[in-house]
């Protein structure tokens, strides 16, 4: 029997723990690009300027790259800790990416970041400059393999079930890679990541530039991260546009819950709804604002089709329930007496387990063979109305997340446009805009990441593993232990982060933050070995 | 199903060298974390010892997280029954592995006493404990876990988690794995510490390795009582991957030197693991931390490598299902999937061992307390 609580508790751990991680995601993405960029000005043209800009958002960098990485580590180990059916069922298809990045990707940046940030006395220019631009693409490329295994969350390319392991088996690597989901949301998320590192910079050359310190310095990191925001912003956004038409073929439950479609929305009127207070429990809205002529041509890019609606969809999934109990049933028969009959009734059936693996929790005692007639409608309504997602959660988190990049658009373009007229001093309102919105990027990939991971629900692996079915199988004393030491854990290091990032930003480029004080005289001379004198760095 | 065998025993391999690597390289982090209490009695000898593997903890920290992907890869099963089993010491590993990298880029950029020393027993907490429940995890999986499986898949644990965190020969194995650490960061601070430093990171690194090697002998000794695992019938190393209907598997205390009587050769890696202990600590008696340090990771490949030479093929054996124990041939991935990851391997580690190697190169060096200390940017 699978402990709802345990369920609950261990989809509370991931997504607080997978939440806080990326707090520090994007900004590493987006800064480690732009400081490549300015170290790439100050070894062409020399200017002492450019490498104080790199060294001091250098050290902003390396504040958020320490608890980025920190916290990533336990992404990695959740799966196993907390996850173990999932783990079991995807392993040999999932696990694969995510060994690749640290092959690839992440032994290669967190080498590399070592001698980017004490490299600068050891390396030449060029050196050095080529060890920052590997930082940065290999941030990227650990991004895009992360996003791979993400990718096939979404839409479970490259696998198929294989009944006698009783797991997905990795069939075309091909697919799994060039996943179209997985290829989209890498470029989506990392170009996301360049937006908050942008604003970061922004926002904070917009502090100084406000209060006249450090004007020469911060005007050039103002300008810089104004066009590569604006750019990115762009970018962003017709990537998460395709990323919709993405979810319309392969996750309709998904693009239906972020529209908030109960109907579905025939030919081209069909309105998109601008506002609206969708209610799960009534699965109607209490309240909505629509414009008509929209929904269609933005979602699926044509004015004639259907997009399915809430109610649709769950009358599919009713059918397909009805299939997928009979595949659960033989499967667990074959598992038992390898009989070749069993296999032939699930195949039959195959497409169609993770909606039986679905049924379960609503069998009695989570039994699909104690099933009887009289209870399969009920069985079957409930299990229908599991497979949407909270469909208040998805419209307001995809609405927030829209709404913000709509908004960085307008910040950065003005941002962009005083700063190349030399006027942004007269201009302070959107020095203050741009101060105030540091944060915003991030909260909008948060909200990105409920879009998509809620989005999911209540599926794993879309359409074969449920959430509920994926779980380790703890006791509750196991997940208290573990929430509340990640709870203390984490509040210690944002508190410090936060301490620290404040502390830095306030104090400027070029101004030490612990003064260096002379060294007590040491008991036996520190110079004493031949040939220090002369190469004190050494 | 020739292929089929030979990349699960590749894979098998390859898991070693990963927890060798593994070991030598966040083990040497982890002992200078563990000695920065005691090594450094000043505040700028304190930044010095960091500042020795600053630059390095990082990549050397890929290790783990490797280590972690490939498992959970090559070894689907075996990842999600080991890491919920050991749940409760997995999330204290976790703790002390999040919390180091934190205080590393942290500890220096606040000039106040308490401030630093919070961070500098943060230090020993999470260079200490991790190194102790990687040993005890191998002491665990020697003695057999308990565990069964559902027809589905899903694991079930059979045995409470503080029998895993307080067990004698678990303890040992614990011990040990921390000995061997701080030898190999007492080694690098010699490498690259200076004066008083590194006369004191001498001392407790001689001492790490000559314990290390007396605990190495106990426990050799000590595995001659205790229950190994052994299959009663015939195996086909080419099985589907599934720990379901396998063949029967008995306990009998002696059994995981078998393979030593079998193939005496064998008997060579534990001589070797014994060689670098002792060998490593007359080195750095004789003020040789480069040879020592070499020897040290000789020391960590030998244990290891003795660990899997008595375990082949059990990875983690179930003490109260023991047909259903995790094996080579039936807890890895797909004959596809392992082939992908070791062409990605092949590729891989040796362009990571080169520019490992060339970023240690472009550090080396002895690191002057001075600079540390004017420098803003440092540790």
């Known amino acids: ?538 | 199903m020739e292929l089929y065998i030979a990349l699960k025993i590749i894979w098998a391999l390859l898991l070693g060298v990963l927890l060798s690597g593994l070991a030598i390289m966040v083990g040497m982090d982890m002992g200078v974390g563990t000695l920065l209490r005691f090594v450094g009695k000043t505040d700028a000898e304190r930044r010095t010892s960091l500042a020795i593997i600053g630059p390095h903890w990082d990549g050397n920290q890929v290790w783990f997280i490797l280590g972690g992907g490939a498992i959970f890869a090559a070894f689907p099963t075996l990842y999600a029954t080991s890491f919920s089993t050991f749940y409760v010491v997995m999330i204290l590993l976790l703790f002390a592995m999040i919390l180091r990298p934190v205080a590393f880029e942290y500890r220096s950029k606040v000039d106040a006493r308490h401030w630093r020393a919070s961070w500098d027993w943060a230090f020993l907490v999470s260079g200490a404990l991790p190194m102790i429940i990687f040993g005890a995890a191998f002491g665990n999986v020697l003695q057999g876990v308990g565990f069964h499986f559902s027809w589905d898949g899903q694991y079930y644990q059979d045995e409470s988690f503080i029998w895993y965190l307080l067990n004698p020969f678990a303890l040992l194995c614990g011990v040990m794995s921390l000995a061997l650490a701080v030898y190999q960061g007492g080694a690098m601070l010699m490498i690259r510490g200076m004066g008083d430093l590194a006369a004191r990171a001498r001392r407790f690194a001689v001492a790490g390795g000559l314990l290390a090697l007396v605990l190495f002998v106990i426990g050799g000794v000590w595995i001659e009582f205790i229950k190994g695992f052994v299959f009663t019938q015939s195996v086909d190393p080419g099985m589907p991957a599934t720990p379901l209907g396998g063949p029967a598997v008995a306990m009998r205390a002696g059994a995981w030197l078998d393979n030593f009587h079998a193939h005496p050769l064998l008997w060579l890696l534990p001589a070797l693991g014994a060689c670098g202990m002792l060998g490593g600590s007359l080195a750095l008696l004789a003020r040789k931390p480069v040879l020592g340090w070499w020897l040290g990771a000789l020391a960590w490949i030998g244990t290891i490598a003795t660990v899997g030479g008595a375990m082949f093929p059990f990875l983690m054996p179930s003490s109260t299902t023991p047909a259903q124990s995790l094996t080579v041939w039936n807890a890895s991935g797909s004959a596809y999937n392992l082939g992908w990851m070791l062409g990605f391997a092949v590729v891989f580690v040796p362009i990571i061992v080169s520019y490992t190697g060339w970023a240690f190169r472009v550090m080396k060096g002895k690191v002057n307390p001075a600079t540390v200390v004017a420098d803003d940017h440092s540790y």
Request: net charge positive.
């Open chain 1, 1 to 538: 029997m699978i402990d709802p609580t345990v369920v609950n508790l261990s989809r509370l751990q991931f997504a607080l723990t997978a939440l806080y991680h990326f707090q520090f995601v994007p900004l590493t993405l987006g800064l480690s690009f732009i400081l490549a960029a300015m170290e790439t000005v100050y070894v062409i043209t020399g200017k002492q300027i450019y490498k104080d800009m790199t060294l001091f958002w250098g050290k902003l960098f390396g504040i958020n790259f320490a608890i980025g990485v920190a916290t990533g580590l336990t992404m990695e180990f959740e799966f196993g800790t907390n996850w173990s059916m999932y783990s079991h069922f995807v392993g040999d298809v999932f696990g694969t990416p995510l060994a690749i990045e640290g092959l690839m990707a992440f032994f290669m940046e967190s080498t590399f970041v070592g001698l980017m940030f004490f490299g600068w006395d050891r390396l030449s220019k060029p050196a050095h400059l080529a060890v920052t631009y590997i930082v940065a693409l290999a941030s990227n490329l650990s991004a895009l393999w992360i996003l791979i295994a993400n990718g096939f969350m979404q839409d479970p390319a490259g696998a198929r079930f294989d009944p006698t392991t009783m797991r997905m088996q990795f069939k075309s690597f091909s697919a799994l890679v060039f996943s179209p989901d997985a290829q989209a949301k890498f470029v989506h998320t990392s170009i996301a990541g360049y937006v908050s590192g942008a604003m970061f910079v922004m926002g904070i050359s917009a502090y100084y530039l406000l209060r006249k310190q450090h004007r020469e310095f911060a005007a050039r990191s103002f300008r810089i991260a104004a066009l590569f925001g604006l750019i990115s912003t762009l970018a962003v956004v017709t990537l998460g546009d395709a990323l919709g038409r993405m979810d319309d073929l392969l996750q309709p439950t998904k693009l239906a819950a972020m529209e908030g479609l109960w109907h579905s929305a025939k030919g081209p009127a069909a309105p998109w709804k601008l506002f609206a207070l969708p209610d799960d429990a009534k699965q109607r809205d209490a309240f909505s604002i629509g414009i008509p002529y929209v929904l269609t041509p933005l979602v699926a890019h044509e004015w004639n089709t259907t997009i399915p609606g809430i109610y649709a969809l769950e009358r599919a999934a009713k059918a397909k329930t009805v299939s997928g109990i009979k595949a659960i049933i033989a499967l667990k028969s074959f598992g038992a007496s390898h009989d070749p009959a069993a296999l032939a009734a699930f195949r039959k059936h195959e497409n169609d387990m993770g909606y039986g693996f679905l049924a379960q929790r609503y069998a009695p005692d989570q039994n699909l063979s104690a099933i009887t007639p009289a209870l399969l409608p009920a069985v079957l309504a409930k299990t229908a109305r599991a497979s949407i997602p909270n469909v208040f959660v998805e419209f307001w988190s995809f609405r927030i997340m829209v709404g913000l990049g709509v908004a960085f658009i307008v910040v950065f373009a003005f941002g962009a446009y005083y700063s190349l007229k030399n006027e942004l001093e007269k201009h302070p309102l959107v020095m203050k805009a741009a101060m105030l919105a540091i944060p915003l990027p991030i909260l909008a990939c948060e909200f990105g990441w409920v879009t998509a991971e809620n989005g999911r629900q209540p599926w794993t692996v879309y359409g074969w593993l449920p959430t509920f079915q994926s779980a380790s199988s703890h006791g509750i004393g196991y997940m208290i232990f573990s929430l509340v030491g990640f709870v203390l854990l984490y509040s210690l290091f944002i508190a410090a982060e936060l301490y620290l990032m404040f502390k830095y930003a306030r104090l400027g480029p070029g101004e030490h933050a612990v003064q260096p004080k002379p060294l007590p005289v040491p008991a036996r001379p520190v110079f004493g070995q031949p040939g220090y004198a002369n190469k004190p760095w050494q």
